[in-house]
């Protein structure tokens, strides 16, 4: 930059010099050829004769070496002003140059501008502009520190990766959550974090547009399962485009899941299978079976007279000797059997793989004496000797019945005969002891008529907020009051209905029902508060259901956003991806959905949290024990912990006594329903306790002191 100045300068310089001496050596060239022209005149005129014409040359010539001394003297002057001025000129523009290209260099490097820069003159347009980009680098610098900080502070991991999945940044967490350094993680690819036993399958452009639940491997190889969510940045830039990850650690999440399901499913006092994961697994007993051409045999075994020792002994004896008799029968269990508690002293023992084609009566029999013998033995309990017998009942698959239902009720008519024998024997299931089915048979046919006879009659149970205990809204319940028999419980013949295409017919009439006693309500109280109303599967299934449900809102001219669906975990969960767009379209109408006797099930919570759900119910035989069992209070605190995790209501079911409303206030559990606050109930009775409310009266004002 110094090089151009300077030869502007040093030509400057020249310029000037030579302007000088050319204008001198003009003016002596010039006056010498005047002076020359007139001597030449004035010799030819004769004016001047002799040696005038030589004396003048002389003097000319005098004058001449004059006016070169003069030339010589002024060209120094020239040349000594001229560097002057170029000196100078050079200092001037050089000056601040050179400021303002320090200035540049130390912004290159990163560094805050010198001061001062040049305020006016030629630099002065450059240096507003370099500290115009030095404001806007330190404004960068501060907003790329300032998100920095952001993502550090951050408490889930985050990973940003180039499109490849190759790591370019990670945050603290990430750290923390994998065991590597940030540097470390940098130089890794995120498929490389993923645990093995998930890494063949880990899908990084699936991984990077959704959420996704996987397993991560830390740098110690403990394996953690982590909740991740991927999505990806786009932009003009090739070096800036790549994904962005967010993980958490969901451990906890998953053993709680693991706990619930375990005691949801497992016997707490017995450790065998409960009645619910028998059945599930007979279930999948008989399709193996089918498949395989085999045959099973389903046991039913009931305790003779255990009633006596629990009254006898006491509760604690009894369930002493339930956990004896179930070790001892586990001890006598051959290979390809299970065993499972299906009710207080009843067991069901499974055992595959018979062969069809031949008679297995006589080995059944025998393992069955085997098991009574076992069972005969007497023990201890605390220092009371105890004898115990049973009765067992036998049924095949598929020879006796093809399924769950009708080969437990089955087996169960078998035990019953052996009872009825004096116990301590074992039957085997013939299609006389089916009293029962044929009750049933009847009962199907007398249901036909019911909706016709109107004989089905709703009932309301209160649900309360466990807050304050107001009455935020009721759950219809149905009965079918059938003359001579009293009222028969919902559990007993919607499974009837569902049978057959009656189901349709009920759950129809249940829904005008509620309506319409819904709309009577709302002629007395303005806001009545939700009711829900319990929907079964095979309803669900009907291609018309929808518009139905949208035709009687309309007609009985009550809003859609007064209603709940209850539906239950199971339901949902056996056909799920043609339940998603049906609930989806109820949620839009603008009905609130629940999930009915939550816990129940099969289903992962990660798996209903795809349904648009706003209320999980926690299923009354949760809610029971949980005083008086930690297991079931463990199950019904991580429920309701979880339900509130996920933003869901939650509603704990058939609290009876005032130690279990404690109980869920303490947990913070949302609402409650229950014989404590009342039993399903007639219509006039669900109004009068709303009116009461809207009076401003606090019916269970005592509960909450
Ligand atoms: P759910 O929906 O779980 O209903 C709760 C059940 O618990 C009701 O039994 C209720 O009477 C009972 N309950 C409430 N509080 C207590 C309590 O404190 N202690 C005890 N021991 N039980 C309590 P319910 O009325 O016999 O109904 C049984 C099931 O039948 C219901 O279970 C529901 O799944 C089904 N259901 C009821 N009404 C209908 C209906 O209109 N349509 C369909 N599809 N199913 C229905
Ligand atoms: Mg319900
Ligand atoms: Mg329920």
């Known amino acids: 930059m110094t090089t151009p100045l300077r030869t502007r300068a040093l030509s400057t310089a020249a310029a000037i010099i030579g302007a000088v001496v050319l204008a001198i050596a003009f003016l002596i060239v010039i006056d010498h050829g005047i002076d020359s022209r007139k001597v030449a005149e004035l010799a030819a005129q004769g004016v001047i004769a002799g040696d005038l014409p030589d004396?003048?040359?002389?003097?000319?010539?005098?004058?001449?070496?004059?006016?070169?001394?003069?030339?010589?003297?002024?060209?120094?002057?020239?040349?000594?002003?001229?560097?002057?001025?170029?000196?100078?000129?050079?200092?001037?523009?050089?000056?601040?140059?050179?400021?303002?290209?320090?200035?540049?260099?130390?912004?290159?490097?990163?560094?805050?501008?010198?001061?001062?820069?040049?305020?006016?003159?030629?630099?002065?347009?450059?240096?507003?502009?370099?500290?115009?980009?030095?404001?806007?680098?330190?404004?960068?610098?501060?907003?790329?520190?300032?998100?920095?900080?952001?993502?550090?502070?951050?408490?889930?991991?985050?990973?940003?990766?180039?499109?490849?999945?190759?790591?370019?940044?990670?945050?603290?967490?990430?750290?923390?959550?994998?065991?590597?350094?940030?540097?470390?993680?940098?130089?890794?690819?995120?498929?490389?974090?993923?645990?093995?036993?998930?890494?063949?399958?880990?899908?990084?452009?699936?991984?990077?547009?959704?959420?996704?639940?996987?397993?991560?491997?830390?740098?110690?190889?403990?394996?953690?399962?982590?909740?991740?969510?991927?999505?990806?940045?786009?932009?003009?830039?090739?070096?800036?485009?790549?994904?962005?990850?967010?993980?958490?650690?969901?451990?906890?999440?998953?053993?709680?899941?693991?706990?619930?399901?375990?005691?949801?499913?497992?016997?707490?006092?017995?450790?065998?299978?409960?009645?619910?994961?028998?059945?599930?697994?007979?279930q999948q007993a008989i399709a193996r079976a089918r498949r395989a051409g085999r045959s099973l045999a389903l046991l039913y075994l009931d305790l003779d007279r255990f009633k006596e020792i629990n009254d006898n002994f006491g509760h604690a004896a009894g369930d002493r000797t339930l956990e004896i008799l179930s070790e001892r029968l586990i001890s006598q269990l051959p290979k390809e059997t299970m065993l499972g508690r299906l009710a207080g002293d009843e067991f069901g023992l499974l055992v595959e793989n018979l062969p069809r084609d031949q008679d297995s009566r006589a080995a059944l029999v025998t393992l069955a004496r085997e098991l009574l013998e076992q069972l005969a033995r007497p023990f201890h309990v605390g220092n009371q000797e105890v004898l115990i017998t049973a009765s067992i009942g036998i049924a095949l698959c598929p020879q006796d019945a093809d399924n769950v239902v009708d080969l437990i009720r089955d087996a169960d008519a078998a035990m019953y005969h052996s009872k009825q024998n004096g116990g301590n024997s074992v039957s085997f299931y013939t299609p006389e002891m089916s009293a029962v089915a044929v009750e049933r048979l009847m009962l199907k046919s007398k249901l036909r008529r019911a909706v016709e006879r109107d004989e089905l009659v709703m009932l309301y149970q209160p649900k309360v907020h466990l807050d304050d205990g107001r009455v935020v809204g009721a759950e219809a319940l149905l009965r079918w009051r059938l003359p001579g028999h009293g009222d028969i419980p919902p559990t007993q013949f919607i499974p009837l209905a569902e049978e057959s295409n009656l189901i349709s017919e009920i759950g129809e009439w249940v829904l005008k029902r509620v309506c319409q006693d819904y709309g009577d309500w709302q002629r007395y109280v303005p806001q009545p508060g939700r009711v829900s109303i319990n929907l079964s599967l095979k309803q669900l299934r009907q291609a018309e259901f929808i518009p139905r449900c949208r035709s009687v809102f309309e007609d009985l001219g009550v809003s859609p956003v007064n209603f709940e669906l209850e539906i239950t975990e199971t339901t949902l969960m056996t056909d799920a991806r043609r339940m998603l767009p049906l609930l989806d379209e109820l949620k839009a109408m603008g009905v609130h959905l629940s999930i009915d006797d939550f816990g129940t099930g099969y289903s992962s919570l990660a798996a209903l949290q795809q349904f648009p759900v706003g209320t999980l119910k926690i299923d009354r035989a949760f809610v029971q024990h949980a005083v008086s069992s930690s297991d079931d209070a463990t199950l019904v605190r991580t429920i309701v912990e979880m339900g509130r995790n996920l933003g869901l209501e939650v509603v704990a079911e058939g609290i009876e006594t005032a130690e279990q409303l404690a109980f869920l206030r303490r947990l913070g559990c949302h609402l409650g329903q229950g014989r404590l606050f009342g039993d399903p109930m007639a219509t006039d009775a669900m109004l009068a306790i709303l009116l009461e409310q809207a009076r401003g009266e606090k019916r269970y004002r005592l509960l909450f002191a």
């Open 55 to 282: 004396q003048l040359q002389e003097t000319r010539r005098a004058s001449l070496q004059r006016r070169l001394v003069f030339l010589a003297l002024g060209g120094s002057l020239a040349l000594v002003i001229g560097l002057a001025v170029a000196w100078r000129l050079a200092r001037r523009l050089e000056g601040p140059q050179e400021t303002l290209r320090e200035a540049a260099w130390a912004l290159a490097a990163g560094h805050p501008l010198p001061e001062p820069l040049p305020e006016s003159g030629a630099g002065a347009e450059l240096a507003q502009a370099l500290s115009g980009i030095s404001d806007r680098l330190a404004e960068k610098e501060a907003t790329a520190r300032w998100l920095d900080a952001v993502v550090e502070s951050i408490g889930e991991a985050v990973f940003v990766t180039a499109p490849d999945g190759a790591i370019r940044r990670a945050n603290a967490a990430a750290a923390r959550l994998t065991g590597w350094t940030v540097d470390e993680l940098c130089s890794m690819d995120l498929a490389s974090i993923v645990a093995e036993q998930d890494r063949p399958a880990f899908d990084f452009a699936k991984a990077a547009a959704t959420a996704s639940e996987l397993t991560f491997q830390t740098r110690s190889g403990q394996v953690i399962p982590v909740a991740m969510t991927g999505s990806c940045m786009g932009g003009d830039d090739p070096a800036r485009r790549g994904c962005i990850f967010v993980a958490h650690d969901i451990t906890e999440r998953k053993r709680a899941e693991r706990r619930i399901r375990y005691l949801a499913r497992y016997d707490s006092l017995t450790k065998v299978p409960n009645r619910l994961q028998f059945q599930h697994s007979l």
